[in-house]
């Protein structure tokens, strides 16, 4: 059988450094970092005190109230995002085969804040079980590929996937699976996360996994540095257009790039630690090289999963040392968490539209906040410091990795045509 191919023809970001594609692509060049004191509850108490919070952003600009009312804000990102993303995509709705175009999105957590909430009301009643109708709708995590299908009336195959911090990533491999086998033309991928709430914040406290930098939130996020102690917490959401090619090239589409490969590994070693010798990432990244049809000196940028946490950020670049070899030097690296904070399952979506528009740009956003070499990293590694570096990408990587030791790589090629 002959595998069809797939394209990205349609991009939507909705980020803490920018609430559309232009205002995230030039934050990220520029070195802006989204995090700040939290605004969304009182977090005096809290050993953390910051996140990566959305900036400016009024649900009610884009999507009416009385509906806004009856989506959690993952939904609601979700809805944004992919607003944007059909709209630069240029699709016609009323002439595409509806039957043929599905939603495959990802998210690690779902609707935790609605959850939150309902709970933290009954728990303040008398008891009485007064919950809002729209409590299981509003949190369950494939509601918000629900609503994007309903509101544009997408009727092919609509789901979630949900493997934490690999969720997007994860959904963006089943896309181009789908696209791939022939079953669908067009895809509207990617996910959205909105876990800066209190139930959030405090259960990664208390899991020991964030940054607790108070006292400088803009500098928090300082993905391998050597004075790294936590990730940031962030919130958004991140959504791509993947068409079949033909399709595409049929109705003059522009065209940002072939997605060519993914691949999926596990860990098999612990919840949330990563194995420390990356064997898992070793082989999630020669998975998908295999399944691009790529060899390893093919790879001009790999954006990682780069959490500035002290024990992953040491077994990613060990890993790509092992897999990439003499040629890992070559290779531009970099990690946008380091400005956006990590979007969690919206992670993966928001990443790889940065690697899709440095191909577009020639441009690689830097990895902001380094200051102390970290003596674990191998010093040959071309990091992308603090300031953005030019750079012709052909074939680059983005990397996510979740808790459950779930690993997935994408594989983007910049088309020549």
Not at 72 to 88: G, K, L
Not at 129 to 151: E, L
Request: hydrophobic fraction near 40%.
């Amino acid at each position: 059988m002959q595998l069809k191919r797939a394209v990205i023809t349609g991009l939507g970001a909705l980020t803490p450094i920018g609430n559309n594609i232009e205002e995230y692509w030039n934050s990220l060049i520029n070195g802006v970092s989204g995090a700040a004191p939290v605004t969304y509850y009182d977090a005096a108490k809290f050993k953390t005190r910051f996140a990566c919070e959305l900036k400016n952003f009024n649900v009610e600009d884009f999507i009416e109230r009385k509906e806004a009312r009856k989506m959690d804000r993952f939904t609601q990102y979700a809805m944004v995002a992919s607003d944007e993303a059909i709209a630069d995509s240029k699709l016609d709705l009323d002439k595409i085969n509806k039957l043929r175009v599905g939603v495959i999105w990802g998210a690690g957590i779902g609707g935790l804040e609605t959850f939150q909430n309902e709970v933290l009301n009954f728990a303040a009643g008398d008891g009485t079980p007064r919950f809002n109708p729209f409590f299981i709708p509003k949190m369950i995590a494939d509601i918000a590929p629900g609503n994007i299908s309903i509101k544009n009336g997408f009727m092919g195959p609509n789901y979630t996937t949900v493997s934490a911090c690999a969720s997007s990533a994860n959904a963006m491999i089943d896309a181009l699976n789908y696209i791939r086998l022939g079953y669908c033309d067009v895809i509207v991928t990617g996910g959205s996360e909105a876990a800066i709430t209190i139930a959030g914040m405090g259960g990664f406290n208390a899991m020991h996994a964030l940054s607790t930098r108070n006292e400088s939130p803009e500098t928090a996020s300082r993905p391998f540095d050597a004075e790294r102690d936590g990730f940031v917490l962030g919130e958004g959401a991140g959504a791509l257009i993947l068409e079949e090619y033909e399709h595409a090239k049929a109705r003059g589409a522009k065209i940002y790039a072939e997605v060519i490969g993914g691949g999926m590994s596990s860990d098999a070693y612990h919840m949330t630690a990563p194995h420390p010798e990356g064997i898992g990432v070793i082989a999630v990244m020669k998975n998908c090289l295999e399944n691009s049809g790529i060899k390893a000196e093919d790879v001009d940028h790999i954006n990682t999963h780069g959490t500035s946490t002290p024990l992953g950020d040491v077994a990613e670049l060990k890993a790509i040392s092992q897999v990439f070899g003499a040629h890992a030097k070559n290779i531009n690296i970099n990690s946008t968490k380091s400005m956006t904070g990590h979007l969690l399952g919206a992670a993966g979506a928001i990443e790889s539209i940065a690697v899709i528009l440095a191909m577009q740009h020639g441009i690689v956003p830097p990895t902001i906040n380094h200051t102390t070499a970290d003596e674990n990293i191998n010093p040959e590694l071309n990091l992308t410091l603090n300031k953005p570096q030019k750079r012709d990408i052909k074939i680059a990587l983005s990397n996510t990795f979740g808790f459950g030791g779930h690993n997935a790589c994408v594989a983007f090629k910049k088309l020549d045509e």
